[in-house]
């Protein structure tokens, strides 16, 4: 039993194995950066690299066709071959630690990867001068929020996720027995005057007298953001409570009542809230003399955490962020003529192991060249 | 004697370079050599004017020379000082490139059978409303996706964009006399001022006086638009912002003041002296000013005139012809007197090597930063590195591969960032992201060196690919010797490629919250990576043996020209600071090229002429190769 | 050196079915559950509804009919101008960024607004009809349009200026003064409401008021660069 399963381990821990994985590494990425270009970066990551195989539509139909592997599998294969590499052929003598220490370092840096690409969530948040917030938003996902405003000191949040929200669906809230029943949905609109629809029956949702929202193609631009459009009606019990249509670009709430409580009804980037509060105090763009290259972002930022009595503030700028409560923030970017900043808020739990896994994979390496050169200079001495 | 003699060929080339590279004495006539020297702020940077006109005249005419009127050519400075001070000669000079068939067809002019592709501003002129409308239009399409024609186009846009902003540096374009001009504006502040204060507290007020300080300001409003070139330091200023000021500002500040600043006062008497063709009035209005500037702002000139000396010796230039001679010499020493002629290309090659380090010290000094802060510099940074190492190289083995390569290497590379140079100011600022020493100092560095490390492995397989094949100079000893090498620099290139990764992932990790981001450089930087661990695992299994790591290698320049080149041209991403457009086609032909070499290199090695002429009985390779490497010594098993 | 890993892939072709194999085989299973539930696990909150509790909000809310205009943000960009002679501030509305009044003999008046939108608020050709429907002109669309405007320049940039008047027979004659310019990321509405032969005698001043308005940043209005996306990521090539 033991000889078969070894028959069938032998070629999981061969280096041909490796090699196979590492040029197919390098077909992925390549193909990978060059449709980069067309669907920008966030979707290329999702379609080749946070996924098992890469799929080609076939046209006229709705099937997709696997024609190769994507970043999971080969990363997989590629983590599964080292760790048996390493169990069935190394032995653990010094002449090898170099290259033991380098692939341990791999593993774990693969590893890394792995959970990262998991469990980091990234957002951001939008300050104008003097603003303060305790939640960002995310910049390529919605929801639909039904807020509960009845108690007097707080507010209940119920976030529906984008990935619910389509035509025809019907959610049930977990609370108040309340329904959400979606009609028309446009993951991508614009904003435009009735006036200029360009027929009556165009498909559109009347927002206001002065707007409708027409669906667009979604966006892939690195610096744009979808705006959904949807028409959405609360039930209560079977009954309805209210039909309105909401468009992200509209980021007021809409209220209205059931069952004795005062609700609120907004569609909006998916809101990370956090336990403490964000304040922008000072936003600075240094440039060069003369010029308008920039030589400097930075944020003078206020952090304030009641439960945990900080009231601190803080420099956020290029190369250097703030890090606190397990998150990072970070200086992305600016708007309103330098009166708004922008802050990359990442959360990723793992973000220490890359360091870790370089610390060794540098180790390694360096045991192991230096193994290297100091016998071939031996050699030469030698000759 | 024989021994001296690469000695003394390697002086006299040295001499005849060294003389290349001695600025020219300063003849009669106008003072070019110190107005060169003289101090402007452009782009956030203090440079000579040489260097402002090197730069503007590569950006509008794709050289740093140009020809006069009588067809004669002449430095960049000597147009700058045209443009600057007698704008309606500039306007005829044919300086404006445009190459492109379809500009060409909005002008009309595409039968025009002109072998070179040069004209006047003039001959532009008329089309100005056209051009803009072109190029506004061209704007719209985001800049990865537009075709040559809207490149070109707005290209075009901006160098007569530029030029109208030059035009109006120093003086206000078409004043017949700016020297005058000045001076009459002067004596007209005091008297608009009390005009304008008699009109505002609603007294009598003068009203000549009144509407002529009005015609005035708002004749320098005008100029305030096309600010580029800073050329009146403003020592009275505390900010440091404001330590330059544009022809604009200056004028209208004096306003305030109530009178013009002195170097406002020197530029419009240079102007003045230059349009009259008053050599001596000039040069002494240029040597006032620079003992001005001397006392008041002593700082800001060693490194403009550094920067002078370093433009008009042209370093890399100079190395490039070295290599070239470099390389004749150590491939010459592979047919005839090997060592002779080996000992005078490695001389000659180390001297180039020698004005490479100081061409890149001199940048280091002029912009206070690691070698590497753009595309221009990496070229510069790779050459250097791979020809540090070829010559290490050949003091080990001394067998000439070594020269031939370092050479090779030390002249594409050159050659290449010459023709970056075309784009703009090599020293220019770096933009916030980029503003730290240390990742600069690391990251970058090391992904460069992996970078060289990979051509330079390329091209000893290319030399094993083509001696194999076509010389019989390729005996064991040659093929076993270039394994090595081939060995070594990929362990080299894989060394610091994978450590320049790293460090990008962690300089990335603080800077934008993520470790890795399949931005498209980040992911050219692991192809070259993964490339380079391919070759060194398919070693290691003995899947390749010496002409299979050779033909890897050479593959590896594929890999490595899409990761330095290829990823500009995408421009999507974190990473798009430089951008390619005609680089395309040459991009192109290198990768066939070397996919060629690799076809060549898959001939079965029994009619290799190399491998052939190792089994003629006594076969000592017919062409003179000293031993290379040590004898092969028992190593233990494991 | 290279003996070490010849000695390698001889290992790799004969590998022994030693101890390490054993126990691999026995740890084999091991890390594969925890991958699996690892990835199970993080199906991802993006597909979960979620439910929590935040500190009260002071949100704006709208009115049930959805019906919320958009409230422009103040103006980014600091704008001066110079008000003409003999006209009166006024104090500012929600709307408006400026707001004056003239007045005239038989107590005739004239109403002039200064209003900023983000964008292009619609585009010229919606808001000139808008201030045609306000004095009951029909519409025009495409190139009747660009008759009804003119063009005219303020401090280098260009100003549309729309002159429009209720036709005869409507009822209470008025007349609406109106001038549209355009920065990088705003557009600025200035407008005069009042009496058709009044507004005639404002007119000059009018003109001039528009003629000087400053705005920060103005950007050269020839050979310019296409107007810019407002929000900028640090990492720009800027």
Known sequence: MIDKLAKFFKPIASLKLTIICLACALVLITVGTLDQVNIGIFEAQNRYFKSFFLYFPLPGTDLKIPWFFGGYTIGGILLINLIAAHVARFKFTWKKAGIVVLHSGLILLLIGQLLTSLFQVESQMRLDQGEARNYSESFYHDELAIIDTSAPDSDQVISIPDSKLRKGNRVNLPLDSLEVALGDYYPNSALINPSQLPSPDYPHLKLGPMAVAVPVAKTYKQDERNMPAASVSVFQNGKSVGAWNLAGGFPKPITFQAGGKSYQIVLRPKRYYKPFFVRLDEFRHDRYAGTDIAKNFSSRVRLIDQNKHQDRESLIFMNHPLRYAGLTFYQAGFDNNDHTTILQVVKNPSWLIPYVSCALMALGMIVQFGMHLTSFVRRRVIA | ?638 | MITHFCALSRCAAHAPVGKSFRIAAALACRPANLALAVLLLSSCDQSKIQVYRIPKENVQVAMESGSSAIVPPPPSAPVKWTKPEGWEEQPLSEMRQGSFRASGPNGKTADISVVSFPGDAGGVESNVNRWRSQVQLPPLAGEAMGGAVQHLTANGKDALLVDVQTPNGAGKPARILGAILQTADRSWFVKMTGDPDFLESQKTRFLEFVQSFEFENTPPVAWEDGAPNTVKSTNDKQ
């Open chain 2, 1 to 638: 004697m024989k021994k001296y003699l690469p000695w003394i060929i390697g002086l006299v080339f040295v001499l005849w370079i060294a003389g290349r590279m001695i600025p020219p004495r300063p003849g009669p006539g106008f003072d070019f050599a110190r107005f060169s020297q003289l101090p402007v702020l452009v782009d956030g940077r203090v440079m000579p004017m040489d260097s402002l006109a090197r730069v503007s005249l590569s950006i509008i005419r794709g050289r740093q020379t140009y020809e006069t009127a009588d067809g004669k050519p002449a430095p960049a400075i000597r147009w700058l000082a045209e443009t600057l001070m007698v704008p309606e000669h500039a306007d005829g000079l044919r300086v404006f490139h445009v190459e492109n068939p379809e500009v060409l067809d909005l002008f009309g002019w595409s039968d025009r059978k002109e072998k070179d592709k040069f004209f006047s501003f003039t001959e532009l002129a008329p089309f100005r409303g056209e051009i803009q409308k072109q190029s506004e239009l061209a704007e719209q399409t985001e800049a990865e996706v537009r075709n040559t024609f809207q490149r070109e186009i707005i290209k075009l846009k901006n160098a007569m964009l530029l030029y109208l902003r030059l035009k109006n540096s120093i003086q206000v374009e078409g004043s017949p006399d700016f020297g005058r001009e000045v001076e009459v504006f002067e004596q007209l502040i005091q008297p608009g001022m009390q005009a304008i204060q008699d009109r505002d507290a609603g007294r009598e007020f003068n009203a000549p006086d009144f509407e002529n300080l009005l015609l005035f300001t708002k004749r320098y409003q005008n100029v305030v638009q096309a600010k580029y070139a800073y050329a009146f330091p403003n020592s009275a200023s505390g900010k440091p912002d404001e330590q330059w000021q544009p022809l604009g500002e200056a004028l209208l500040g004096a306003i305030s003041t109530g009178q013009i600043s002195y170097p406002v006062r020197a530029y419009s008497q240079m102007a003045s002296a230059y349009r009259k063709g008053d050599e001596t009035a000039f040069n002494r209005v240029v040597g006032q000013y620079s003992q001005y500037l001397k006392q008041t702002i002593p700082r800001e000139l060693t490194r403009p005139r550094v920067e002078v000396l370093f433009n008009q010796s042209a370093p890399f230039l100079q190395a490039m012809v070295l290599y070239v001679l470099g390389f004749l010499f150590a491939a010459l020493s592979w047919l005839v007197w090997p060592k002779t002629l080996g000992k005078t290309g490695l001389i000659l090659i180390a001297v180039a090597f020698a004005l490479h380090t100081l061409g890149l010290a001199t940048r280091m000094y002029l912009q206070g930063r690691p070698p590497v802060t753009n595309l221009y510099s990496s070229a510069i940074f790779i050459g250097w590195a791979a020809v540090l190492v070829c010559l290490v190289l050949e003091r080990i083995y001394r067998n000439g591969i070594g020269s031939v390569c370092a050479s090779t290497i030390g002249f594409v590379t050159l050659l290449i960032a010459y023709n970056l140079q075309l784009d703009g100011d090599t020293l220019e600022m770096l933009r916030a992201v980029l503003d730290t020493n240390v990742w600069l100092a690391t990251h970058v560095v090391c992904i460069t060196l992996g970078m060289s490390g990979t051509f330079l492995a390329g091209l000893l397989g290319i030399v094993y690919v083509l001696r194999g094949l076509f010389t019989t100079a390729f005996s064991e000893e040659v093929g076993k010797s270039l394994g090595r090498m081939i060995y070594g620099v990929v362990c080299f290139a894989t060394l610091f490629s994978l450590v320049g990764t790293i460090l990008g992932g962690i300089w990335a990790d603080q800077s934008w919250g993520r470790f890795w981001g399949w931005d498209p450089k980040e992911n050219a930087a692991l192809g070259i990576v993964l490339w380079n661990a391919i070759i060194l695992h398919a070693r290691w299994g003995g899947y390749a043996r010496e002409r299979g790591v050779a033909l890897l290698a050479v593959f590896g320049n594929v890999v490595a020209s899409l990761s330095w080149f290829g990823v500009n041209m995408l421009g999507v991403g974190l990473h798009s600071y430089g951008f390619m457009d005609q680089a395309f086609g040459v991009l192109m032909g290198f990768i066939a090229s070397q996919l060629a070499i690799i076809g060549l290199g898959l001939v079965p090695t029994r009619y290799w002429r190399g491998i052939k002429a190792r089994e003629k009985p006594g076969a000592a390779a017919s062409l003179p190769i000293p031993p290379t490497s040590p004898p092969a010594t028992a190593v233990p098993r494991a």
